[in-house]
């Protein structure tokens, strides 16, 4: 992110030099990558992690250095009398239907009698200096309050919203939608839209439409400043590989409790630069109130996690300079109020981490780690061939692969049925949510199968990880688990997976003793360790083939519902000189394999292998009506 110091200036008091306030912001997160020294101004570029969408913009970064140089920051007044909060002189019908699922507030107004021309000069040089192209005034204006407050805002011509509807909606998938500058998309399944009584207007929180844009014969605009759920836009932007300043704001977490404000400073900058007047009250839907909240600090605590001792009254003042708001209740216990553009801040640790960073981690003192070094052996998968096959066999069941602490909670343990007192519990934990060693992946997998219930219909979970069996550190055994959790598929399916790598590794086992049913769906966990221990390791060797074999991808269009697995079956049964077949790619409806032939005492010829392909394709079509992809 580009970030010009005179802008910085507008909003607090800067005396250090460019190249220390860019050391001090590296010190306490905000990475600076470079320092751009131009003819009249010098620009920073930040380096922003996921975790703070605060600081995609300039008061963000302001308030930062605020804190840092122990001083107050300037926000942009209004003008008295503001237009936005009197009742308008006239008003234009709009109908707004939304709902707080897919947009969780829905804030916007109606300016009425416009001039759409090119921007002042003050307008286009700030957005020129942070890499934006000057469009003009309201487009600009847009623009520019987004990078100023952070909340991103889009202008509609009123004109063009037929039937005066704006409907928030998920695409059905396959639509078309035309983004104001030209080029032409197909909506995937689930992208947020807004619709009008006719067309699709918006692509909320990535791009607007052609059909709505605002240009030089706009008199009539519609403001919007929304809240998006970010795992909706980052997975439209994702499929269509569209990127937008918007859109990285929405994916990390607009601040909920802004939007009016910006909204307001926009309208303050419009009426000022573009005429106009208010032409519909202040629309503002939501659910829920977008409002502050309180977390509690405990001093012991954070001085335990921390490992030095910082005294009361200097937690109070680093709490206060990061507009924490501290107010102390007991002699213990500090309580603070989290602004809402704070969206990391959601639990203790996260008010410990802020006051370490702020307090400086070069004032930590430099100790040498004390206590003897373990000479235990840890263990390690020695057949990493049968890893392989695992996870080979679950991917082609339809199972997707995911990795997950090895800490949990107390209330993870207890929820699933396992005993605290049996499981190894860190001395001095990060979080209450880390504060035990695994003995099972199920609460992992539980979590996960829920956090994802809301946005896929099927899903099927694995996981291959350490678990940690005992309560006493001595006599504690490290060993792998594999267990996998599924909404979809029933006790036969998993039954028939578990069976398939049993057979593949020579064990002669009853799986349906690894299965459980619970109320979201079925899991499984099975002990790899042992697994690996009732295989024979040894290796047996085949000389390599003499002749070269012939490789081809094959990609075939077949219903979703067919697993990997059948089809690679089907496959390697028409014929022996079939040496491997392996999933090379998915999109959509489409497979893609990749396929050896191979005679081991000749040379195969093309035609012959154009045989085994025709069968192939004719056997895939009888089992599964897939067919050969054009």
Not at 168 to 182: I, L, W
Not at 557 to 565: D, G, L
Request: proline content about 5%.
């Amino acid at each position: 992110m580009l970030v010009p110091l005179s802008w910085l200036k507008e909003y607090v008091d800067i005396k250090l030099s460019p190249e220390k306030l860019g050391e001090r912001l590296t010190e306490v997160g905000l990475g600076t990558e470079k320092i751009i020294k131009t003819n009249d101004d010098v620009i920073f570029e930040f380096e922003i992690t996921p975790n703070r969408p605060d600081l995609l913009s300039i008061i963000g970064i302001a308030r930062e250095i605020a804190a840092i140089e122990n001083t107050k920051i300037k926000i942009p007044p209004l003008r008295p009398g503001f237009a936005g909060q009197a009742k308008p002189k006239k008003t234009l019908p709009l109908t707004i239907k939304t709902d707080s699922k897919i947009n969780p507030r829905f804030t916007g107004i109606i300016i009425d009698g416009i001039t759409v021309k090119e921007s002042p000069d003050w307008l286009k040089e700030k957005l020129i200096k942070i890499g934006q192209r000057p469009i003009n005034n309201i487009v600009d204006i847009t623009n520019y309050v987004m990078f100023e407050l952070g909340n991103p805002i889009h202008a509609f011509d009123y004109k063009k919203i037929r039937g005066s509807v704006m409907r928030v909606h998920q695409a059905k998938g396959a639509e078309k939608f035309t983004s104001v500058d030209g080029v032409t998309y197909r909506l995937p399944k689930g992208a947020v839209v807004i619709s009008d009584s006719e067309k699709i207007i918006d692509l909320c929180g990535i791009k607007g439409g052609l059909n709505s844009g605002t240009f030089e014969n706009t008199k009539t605009i519609f403001i919007r400043v929304p809240v998006e759920i970010p795992v909706l836009i980052r997975r439209t932007a994702t499929s269509l590989s569209l990127r937008s300043e918007a859109s990285s704001i929405f994916e990390r977490g607009v601040n909920a409790g802004g939007t009016v404000d910006a909204l307001k400073r926009c309208i303050e900058l419009v009426l000022r630069e573009a005429g106009g007047q208010i032409a519909s009250e202040l629309f503002d839907i939501k659910k829920e109130v977008f409002l502050p909240w309180k977390l509690n600090l405990e001093l012991e605590r954070l001085n335990k996690i921390l490992g030095i001792s910082i005294g009361e009254g200097e937690v109070l003042n680093l709490l206060q300079r990061l507009n924490l708001n501290p107010l102390k209740k007991t002699k213990n216990i500090i309580e603070v109020t989290i602004p809402t553009y704070r969206n990391d801040l959601k639990i203790e640790e996260d008010i410990i981490e802020e006051v370490a960073r702020l307090y400086g981690y070069n004032k930590f003192p430099k100790t040498i780690p004390q206590g003897q070094i373990p000479t235990a052996q840890i263990p390690y998968l020695k057949d990493y061939g049968v890893e392989k096959k695992a996870k080979s066999i679950l991917i082609a069941s339809g199972f997707s692969e995911i990795y997950t602490y090895s800490l949990v909670s107390e209330k993870d343990l207890l929820e699933n049925g396992l005993n605290p007192n049996k499981s190894l519990r860190v001395d001095n934990p990060v979080s209450r949510e880390f504060e035990y060693l695994r003995t099972s992946l199920v609460p992992s997998l539980k979590k996960a199968l829920i956090q994802n219930k809301p946005y896929f219909e099927k899903i099927n979970l694995f996981e291959l990880g350490k678990v940690y069996l005992g309560s006493y550190i001595d006599s504690a055994l490290e060993i792998y688990y594999l267990s996998g959790i599924t909404n979809e598929k029933n006790f036969y399916e998993v039954k028939g997976t578990i069976e398939k790598l049993f057979d593949d590794c020579g064990i002669n086992e009853d799986p349906t003793r690894y299965i459980q049913i619970f109320d979201e769906g079925i899991f499984f966990e099975l002990n790899f360790s042992d697994i690996l221990s009732k295989i024979n390791l040894s290796k047996k060797y085949k000389p390599i083939p003499k002749y070269p074999p012939i490789i081809e991808d094959l990609t075939i269009e077949v219903s979703e519902k067919i697993t990997v697995r059948d089809i690679i079956a089907e496959i390697k049964k028409q014929s022996p000189l079939i040496r491997q077949v392996s999933l090379l790619d998915v999109f959509e409806n489409s497979r893609t394999f990749h396929i050896v032939y191979q005679h081991r005492e000749r040379n195969l010829t093309n035609g012959e292998v154009s045989k085994i392909r025709e069968k192939i394709l004719e056997a895939l079509k009888k089992q599964f009506k897939a067919k050969l992809k054009e």
